[in-house]
């Protein structure tokens, strides 16, 4: 389950590996990425008042661009034929675009960075030797990679995937800008104290029969409901329906079904209330309806101790949180000097020698670059601040850990 309460910053790293050779003579930076993302680079932005390098600035828009490619190549976004995300399809039931979607992920990146590099500045932290040697690795690596199999320049290389600005230096300056926000989030998270009342969670078994209000008929709720209630009135434990909801997943009954510690902030408000309720006791079972999933059949375990992914996750979501009002606040401003364009349609590349399956393995390897430094890239599944509602469960698994019986 994720939270869209505000956009959360992910930390997920993907490591540098070899790209297979890729001919580049015919490519250049205007083709590589379709005809939907020039648009969208080129905007000057400052920070507080001062003045980001433009290279940088496209640099965050294209990093953006392409971890949205890679969802939209899952599944997760709606892709174009040549397998880009496609800006121009609609985003959410307010007319916005995946172009809106898009740009204000971009500029969250972007922001970050800039916010947490400020941060490490006033708390007087510099990059170390074991910082700089990092930096100079990733670009090592990105030289032997892929300019090196590919018989050019790195700085070729450099110019190909960020634009005819970028060259080993303007590079090795944005990774340095990154390594000391990383270095500022790496403080935070390692000293952040999780409360002691947070410790221990509600610990929830659950079966999900899907019904969403947006979509699914009276007819489709009625009859998630009665599934609900059915596995209920076969379970006389939660052990029971730990096995009814694995085999109701396995055959496809119901969407989703498993147990996982409940955070605060993090599911969707129905499903939080129950697992927080004042009056639950462990064993108890219940059907709940939420208006974004449909029916769950849920068993509370008892509390259970916070594990050390938990308590980082918990830690990132505090640093969110603290960083959301003091931009809210007026303490931080990003700003550019011009409105965005409404998405162009997608149009398929006329010249398939410059766009075809090989342009996509050069997008996606962009996603080596900087990515063992940079630990704050905003896009894994989260949502868009308050324009989506908060997602139920998308993994599910069982906890190994124990219930603890002390009442919250």
Known sequence: MLSSAATVLADETVPSTAQPTIDVSKLSFDTVYGNQLPQYLGHEYTFNGEKIPLVESNYYFIMTFVQLCQYASYGYFPATADGYIDLSATFGNNGETYANYFVEQSELYLQRICIYKARAIEAGLKLDDEDKKAVDNEISQRNQQQAVPAGVTLDKILKLYFGPDCDEKAYRAILENAALASKYQQKYLAEYKVPEDQKNIPN???????????????????????????????????????????????????????????????????????????????????????????????????????????????????????????????????????????????????????????????????????????????????????????????????SKKKSNKKRR
Do not use: H
């Open 204 to 398: 929830i078994t659950y079966a999900l029969f899907s019904a969403p209000a947006a979509s699914a008929s009276a007819d489709d709720k009625k009859k998630a409901e009665a599934s609900a209630r059915e596995m209920l009135g076969k379970c006389k434990s939660i052990d029971d329906l730990k096995k009814l909801g694995a085999d109701a997943k396995s055959s496809g009954v119901c969407r989703d079904a498993g147990t996982l510690p409940v955070q605060k902030g993090k599911m969707v408000p129905a499903f939080e209330k129950w697992a927080y309720g004042a009056e639950r006791k462990e064993g108890e079972m219940d059907v709940i309806y939420s208006d974004e999933y449909g029916y769950f059949c849920v068993g509370y375990n008892g509390l259970v101790e916070l594990d050390d992914s938990e308590k980082k996750d918990m830690a990132s979501n505090a640093l969110n949180a603290e960083i959301d009002a003091a931009v809210k606040a007026g303490q931080y401003t990003l700003k550019t000097n011009k409105a965005f364009p409404s998405p162009k349609p997608y149009a398929p590349a006329t010249d398939k020698s410059s766009n075809t399956g090989n342009v996509l393995l050069i997008v996606f390897a962009c996603i080596g670059g900087a990515a063992i430094i940079i630990i704050v890239i905003v896009l894994v599944m989260n949502t868009v601040k308050a324009r989506k509602p908060k997602k139920a469960v998308v993994k599910s698994g069982s």
